[in-house]
Structures are given as C-alpha cells and as structure tokens.
C-alpha cells in the first residue's frame, strides 16, 4: 500500500499537476529568451575582440559537452572556432513557439578540415502521436570535408544522403530494418561497427531524431492539452485504451530503427544551448586561470564561487 | 600571455557584463516566483489529502538536502512533518525586492520532539561594504524541545541565546575572538568539539551568516551598481584602493569569528528552495516507485525520464 492508495488523489491528477508546472516553466524559458537577446548580443559584441574566446570556452566545457570532443575534433575546435551562438527562434522575437527549439551555429574560420565557415544546426520540439517521443528533432547537416580529413569518416555523408532520399521518396516514418534500402543497411552496419565515444563530435550534425512532422507534433500537443482540460473540469474519460503501445518482441527485422549516427544528440544540444552558451564567461574566465593568471590577480577583480576553503568570517561569494 | 591580456577588454569589462547577465537572471527569477505561486497554492491543496507527502520527499531528496539529516532527524520528519513551503516574501506579490530572499516554513503534527508546530526561518539575501560578502543572512530561530529531546544537544539554545544577548547589547557586527563572552567562548567550544557530519538538522534552524544589516546591504549594493554605472559611461576609475582588504595573518585571539552551528546554513536554504521545493512532485513520484509500485502501472500512467534504457525506436520521454 503505497501514501497515494490510501488518498482520493489519483497518479493523473499528480501528472497533470506536473505538466502545469513544466508549462509554466516554458513560459518562464520563453520570457527569459526575449529578455536575454540583447545580453547575449552585447557579450557576443565584446567577446568578438578576445581571441579564442570560443576555444577556451570549449576547453573548460562541462563534461556534457566535453565527452563527446575527440582529440582530432579539439585540434579544429581550438584552431578553428571563431564564433559560437544559440537561438530559441521560435520565441525569442516575442512569438508563442516553443522556447525550447534552437539554433546552434558554428562559425570557423578558414581551416585545413572543411571548406564551410559556417555550421547551423536547427532543432525543432517536437512530440509524436503515439505518445513515445517528446524532444529535440533535426535534419542532417553536410560539411564540405577537405580530401582526407572527413573526422566522421564517412558516417556524416551517409546520413545526409540517406536523408535526402528518404525526403525523395516520401519516407517520414518509422522504417522496419526489413525494408532498409541498401544504403541504409550499410549505414546501420557501419554504425554497429563504430564503438561509441569513439564518433567525432562533427557526427552531432548528422542527428535527426524520432521522425515526428511539424503537423504530427502539433495535433498530438493539441490532443494532450484538450484532455488535460477535460479532465480538470472532471470529464475525465478512461485512457486505458489510449495508453502507448508496446512494442512486441519479434523478429529483428520486423522492429522499426532509427539510423542515428549520433544518438545523444538531443542531450548535446541541451547541453550546449543551457550551460555551455549561458555560462560561457564563467568557462572562458576559468580557461584563464587554468591559463596561469596569478591567484592575486584574480582575488582583486572578482571573487570566485569556488574559493570555499577560505578562513571564517571572509566567506567569499559572488557579489 | 593568455587570451585576454592580448586585447582591449578588460577583465572589469567582463566581470560588469557577468553582473549584467546575473541581473537578468535574478528579474527571471522575480518574474517566475509570481507566476508559480498559484501553481504552489494549487499544489499544496492537491498534496494536503496525500498522507506523507513530505517526509516521502524528504526521503528522496538529492544529497544537498540529505546529507545534513541525520537518522534521528529522520524520524521526526518521516513521523510528524505536515507540510514545507518556500516563500519569495520579497518579490512573489510584485514586490521590487530580492527573489533570493526567501522564508521556509515547516509545519509539524504534534510529536515527541518539540512543542512547536511551525518551524519558519527567513533568510535575507545581502551584501556587505567590505566586499566580503554576498549571500543570504538569517536569524536563530528557536525550538521547543521537549525535556531530554533536544536533537541539536543544546547548541540551538545556545545559539539562540547569544543572538539575543547581541541584539540587547547592540553587537552587530564581526567580534574578536579575544572579545568573545564566556557564553559566545563556551558555544565556540562546543562547536569545535562537535564533528561536522555530526550535527542535527534542526541546527539549521540556528543559522545566522555574515553580520550585514538592511542598510548596510542597500548601501552597498547601491555603490557597486554606481561604480557599474560610471565604468559603462566609460567614466572609469581604477579601483585597486578599494579591493578588499586581505585578512592579516595574526594571532588567532585578534582574528574575528562568526559562531556558527550551522555553516552550510545558506547551501542548505538554497538546495531546499531551489531543487526540493519546486520539484517536490518529482521526489514523491520517486518515493512512490521505490515504495513498490509495478513498473507497469506506472508506464501506463507517466513516461519516466529514468527509462533511457528502451530499445530504439521506444525513445521515451516526458511528454
């Protein structure tokens, strides 16, 4: 018997409770977008001067980030990164999107590896109809690799391919290993045959995600909002029929796969558009102390949050 | 010669443009406490017909807030504790003030422990002049404890008592250890007799922070957004006569102290207010699948962010 049994409080009514807290937190995400623009505007104006501001930030990066950076991919990034920036743009501007679809965009300069200067990676909220997914959706972005020096080895041009024909042929869905085309089997054998942690991070352009539509993702959000209200006004109607279905064990080759050169890429765009992007001063500002500031030089312009083992009284925080 | 030594900016530059983004991040946080209130209101209502709801909180609370309850602590919260809240008393009804300012209350069933069926504590956020200091301040908040009860072994009493002696005789500032009275120098004793790890949570209650009144704080958060002011009009005055002074080492006895019986008082507050308080439904939630719900009545009801073990396509997440 568990607290909950022995109360008229039923498990829906707590999890309708808790989606009115996460919307009331996208609304909070959504207001802060807009406030921060010109924030983020100013520092980007003032960084601009500071050379390697990016590498460094990259180098102190949490290892949220940090994990999936290769040495070969660290060699471009502190070499080559000039710029760095996250865009909520379905909100930012004042609109009613979700806060939580970004841009992330690269900016490089001229390097030895690939002929762009410019990498934009677009990820759009989305959540599907059969209730499995709810996250971060995208397109394969190429990158014109320099003869000999694809980091991905060929993993990020296979996607981009793959999901060119897909879009050809009309192919939105969940696919079944049994009808992979030849070029995705051979992309979903090279994916078995790459250890994970051993994928450069440039891979994270070739993310796409759960294949949910613009329109599937906004019926199945209009669909759970319209339930939700009927059950706040006590029309509550049983959902056991509607409850996801399982998948049944079977034979491989009848299960749905998802050819993702870069499984985590969801978690790496959060990663770096909610701590790595906001927090890019406090890593760029320990780059520097790493860098060998003298620790008196550093005590007199700011007091620093890790200066826990000072002596009472002269606790220290960050003004 | 690191990055920033080769340019214009200067680190003062970097620092104003981090205090920038620390505004803006604490009028989100004004904002946000306004719009949840109602939604915390809603919550308490819902959660006031669950039979232990917080000690099954309390239970699963992250190491932050866990590490400080002992197991005798334990008991009186898993048998008694009715209800927590966290107030932003100075910004959640539109006030100007500090979202950082924050009451906690905690209402207790009649127990074996205490008399008391409201424990509040208030924590003021403030600043002090001599740059030391930046964080939330409190007042000792006393206990009733019933005769051979009392879980913080008379440091609590202790604690209180000195406050109020400093309060008659208008000590309101840092004292010398060789100033000490012999209530101040035997709590001194104590303390330093009493393993940390050892003591009571309810020593929380005892918190008091760095000595900073109303004035000082507003004073001096007024000259350091004037400073701020001057420097972005490029009105810039070198202000290396002005950093902190550095303690001096000396003799111990010329050194001041604050007496603390609970040092980790404002980590404490901040965990509480900022992890345990608005993600209460998820703790329980937590509590409630160690308490034995099958996992399958639970898929039914809520996709759990935890299932990150599914096979693809399945990708789960909170909708």
Known sequence: ???????????EQLADLEQDFEDAELEITRQ??????PLYEKRAKTVADIPNFWPLVFEQSPPEVDSYIQPSDSAVISTS???LSVSRFEVEDGGK???????IKFEFNENEYFENTVLEKKFWQR?????RFSGLVSEPVAIKWKPGKDLTEGLLDQAVAIYEQDKKSGRTGLVKVKDFTPEQKALQKKIQATGMGGVSFFAFFGYRGYPVSEEESRLAVEKDKEERRLRAEGKSKNDDDEAPELVEEGDEDDEEEILEIFPDGEE??????EDLWPSALKYFTQAQEVDGISEMDFEELEDDEDEEDEEPPAKKQKA
Chains 1, 2 share one sequence.
């Open 268 to 273: 790496l765009a959060v990663a770096i558009s």
């Open 97 to 103: 999107g979700d806060p939580r679809s970004v841009v």
């Open 32 to 37: 802060q977008a807009v406030l921060m623009k």
């Open 127 to 131: 959540q599907s109809k059969d209730g």
């Open 1 to 11: 018997m568990t607290a909950i049994e022995e109360t008229n409080v039923t498990y």
């Open 81 to 83: 990164l000039k710029a």
